[in-house]
């Protein structure tokens, strides 16, 4: 079928078999390679994008089921000139990142997050980023990345 | 790379998505989030999936008539987290709805897909059975939520049928509740066990996930609670329970946690003494 989605603010229309997974269309069709795929089975967070202003896990949801949709990747975040977007910019201030496999997801919860929420709690901060596993950091500098950028946000 | 080429059919109304799940072999899909995990690991291999999505406009609400709330099956977690309507007058679907998954889980993962998977471990069912809920099938009959579900991912649904939605009567302000549950970590996990509780004068439900081969009601342990007997509901939670062994819990912790989770939603109620607001002495 055809696919026709709103990718990082640009129309696309692309090739897909229905039920391939939202994430293999970005990684392999539109070569958005920032959403990785670290289980494929909606446990890691690994995949998460928006999708119509929400956090998906990309790896979960069906290209037919992604039709006339809007989806932001991490891709999307930084300004066209290349400056890092707020959260992002906070990750990397707060040592936030190690290996990095997990971050692009991590990044893209946070952003949702705050966009519904400015000013969490630390107990929202954490239910925020529930679905998003790291097996480098221990979290907590990942937290204070969100508060970091809450900060400036605000 | 998936095995390519199952189609998926995009209805636009329930008549058109009903007629094309007539058609042997084809199956529903909501948000995808047990759908999807399912196909990938080449458990549920459908004919065809017929997509639900573009069904929200009719499906996907939150409605109160009078001491009744109703909801569509195609509202999802997040939806009924953010609703007033559910957090006060259903605080208990509220309170278990919260325990599912990540946020993003929450997005996509529905009500009806929750029903319509029938795991035992489903985390608002315990909620819906205590609620006493009926679920609306193809929008026209209603099934008690206990005579609907005959085992592990099996359906008292015909062919073709679709749960449309799901009613139950709110709660009253004078009563309390709980649902607790235990996974494997604190977030972010299927329950090994859980409870869900409600109490008010006169009055008790405790419905267990987990720990059968469906959500089990335990009159026992609600006639104990009446009775003001807190160890003794206990002692029958875990009497009713029928719990399996798996990867991840045996089936005699699961048992004992059946008991001990009632009980720790007892104390996270009425507080560490078991004073009960509403009368009588529950030890
Ligand atoms: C990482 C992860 C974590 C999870 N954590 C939890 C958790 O903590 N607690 C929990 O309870 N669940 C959890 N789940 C399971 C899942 O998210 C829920 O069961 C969810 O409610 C499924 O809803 P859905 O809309 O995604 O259903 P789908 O996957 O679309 O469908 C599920 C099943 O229901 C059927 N179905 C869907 N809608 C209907 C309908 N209207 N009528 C008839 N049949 C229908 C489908 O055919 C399919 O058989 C988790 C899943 C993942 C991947
Ligand atoms: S790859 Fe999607 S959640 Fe892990
Ligand atoms: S930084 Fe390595 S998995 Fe999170």
Known sequence: MELKMNVNGQPVAVEVAPTEPLLQVLRERLGLVGAKEPCGKGECGGCTVLMNGQTVNACLVMAAQAEGAEVLTVEGLAAPDGKLHPVQQAFVEAGAVQCGYCMTGMVMSAFSLLQQNPQPTEAEIKEGMEGNLCRCTGYQKVFDAVNLAAGRLR | ??????????????????????????????????????????????????????????????????????????????????????????????????????????????????????????????????????????????????????????????????????????????????????????????????????????????????????????????????????????????????PISDVRASAEYRRAMAGNLLLRGLMRMLGPNLVSPIGGDPR
């Open chain 2, 1 to 242: 790379m998936l095995q390519a080429d199952v189609p998926v059919y995009t209805p636009a109304t329930l008549a058109e998505a009903r007629q094309l799940l007539q058609e042997p072999g084809t199956r529903p899909v909501a948000g995808g989030t047990d759908a999807m995990v399912r196909f990938k690991d080449g458990v549920w291999r459908p004919t065809a999936w017929v997509n639900l999505l573009r069904l929200r406009g009719e499906l996907a609400y939150i409605r109160e008539d009078g001491d009744w709330l109703e909801v569509g099956a195609l509202t999802t977690f997040s939806e009924l987290l953010a609703s007033r309507v559910v957090r006060e007058r259903a605080p208990l679907l509220a309170k278990a709805v919260r325990t599912v998954g990540g946020p993003a889980i929450r997005n996509m993962g529905t009500i009806g897909g929750n029903i319509g998977t029938a795991s035992p471990a489903g985390d608002s069912l315990p909620a819906l059975y205590a609620l006493d809920a009926e679920v609306l099938v193809n929008g026209v009959t209603t099934i008690g939520i206990a005579e609907l579900m005959l085992g592990p991912g099996r359906l008292k649904l015909q062919a073709g049928d679709l749960i449309t939605g799901v009613r139950f009567r709110a709660q009253a302000p004078d009563e309390v509740c709980t649902f607790e549950k235990l996974g494997l970590r604190a977030a972010h996990a299927i329950s090994l066990a859980s409870v869900a509780v409600r109490l008010a004068p006169g009055m008790a439900r405790v419905a267990l996930g987990a720990v059968a081969p469906t959500v089990i009601r335990v009159p026992d342990a609600e006639a104990a609670l009446v009775a003001g007997h807190a160890a003794a509901a206990a002692a029958a939670a875990q009497e009713a329970a029928r």
